[in-house]
C-alpha cells in the first residue's frame, strides 16, 4: 500500500517570507499523481497544486511550486511571498494513475505571522 | 459549476436515529468518494463508486451504507452509530479512468453522535 508522510506538523512563516512544506512518499507504481491540498478553517479541502509523475517539470502556480524528486519520492511544497490567507492545513496526497484511491499525509498546519 | 455541494452541513444524532447525508456534484464526474475527517487528521477513504458502483470499500462498518442513485448523486446512510463516529464527512468527485486527475471537494458535513 502506498503511504504519504509528512514529517513536519507545525510551520510557521513571516508575512511575504518564502515557507517550503515537505512531503515524502512509498511506492512502487511508476505512474501516479501527487497533490497538494489546502483545508482551511472553513474546512473545504482546496487544490493548490497538482504534478504528473510521468513530468520531469515541477508544476507552478502562481506563488506556490513544487520540488518533485521522483527517484528520491520527494514532493515538497514551496509557497513564495507568503500570505495572511496561506494559513491552513496542507495536506499532501497521492494517487496512483487510473485508480480511485487517493491517500493523504497527516497534514503540515501553517501559521503566518503578520 | 465546479461545485460539491453536501447537505446538511451540520447534523447531530442520537445512537438509535437514522439520517442520511447527501452529496451532489454536476461536473460529469464519474468516481464519487466519501472521506471521515477526525480533528487534526487528515480524510480517510471509506468508500469509492466509479461509474455508479462501489469499487472501494475501506472495511468501513455496515452502520454505515453508502448509495450512487445516478452519477450525480452520492448518500451515506447512517444507522445506530457511535459517539466514537462523531467526525467531518467529506464528499469528492474526480474524472474516472485514464483521465483521472484531482478530486473536488464539499464542505463537508459536521456530525456529532450522542
Known amino acids: 500500500a502506498q503511504t504519504v508522510t509528512q514529517s513536519q506538523p507545525e510551520m510557521s512563516v513571516q508575512e511575504a517570507e518564502t515557507v517550503t512544506l515537505s512531503c515524502t512518499y512509498d511506492t512502487s507504481e511508476s505512474d501516479y499523481y501527487l497533490f497538494w491540498y489546502k483545508q482551511p478553517p472553513s474546512r473545504q479541502m482546496i487544490l493548490v497544486i497538482r504534478q504528473e509523475a510521468y513530468k520531469q517539470q515541477n508544476a507552478t502556480e502562481n506563488r506556490f511550486s513544487v520540488n518533485f524528486q521522483k527517484a528520491a519520492k520527494s514532493f515538497s511544497l514551496k509557497i513564495s511571498d507568503s500570505q495572511l490567507g496561506d494559513a491552513a492545513m496542507y495536506f499532501c496526497?497521492?494517487?496512483?494513475?487510473?485508480?480511485?484511491?487517493?491517500?493523504f499525509g497527516a497534514g503540515t498546519r501553517l501559521t503566518v505571522k503578520p | 459549476d465546479t461545485e460539491v455541494t453536501q447537505t446538511p452541513k451540520h447534523l447531530v444524532m442520537g445512537m438509535t436515529n437514522k439520517k442520511s447525508l447527501k452529496c451532489e456534484q454536476h461536473m460529469g464526474h464519474r468516481a464519487m468518494y466519501w472521506y471521515k475527517q477526525k480533528a487534526k487528521k487528515p480524510p480517510e477513504l471509506m468508500f469509492v463508486y466509479s461509474y455508479e458502483k462501489l469499487s472501494i470499500n475501506e472495511s468501513v462498518p455496515s452502520r454505515f451504507s453508502p448509495e450512487c442513485p445516478n452519477s450525480s448523486l452520492l448518500n451515506l446512510h447512517l444507522h445506530a452509530l457511535q459517539p466514537e463516529d462523531s467526525a467531518l464527512y467529506l464528499c469528492a468527485s474526480s474524472q474516472d479512468g485514464a483521465s483521472n486527475t484531482e478530486a473536488f471537494f464539499g464542505q463537508g458535513t459536521r456530525l456529532t453522535v450522542v
Open positions: 496526497a497521492y494517487n496512483q494513475y487510473n485508480n480511485n484511491d487517493m491517500r
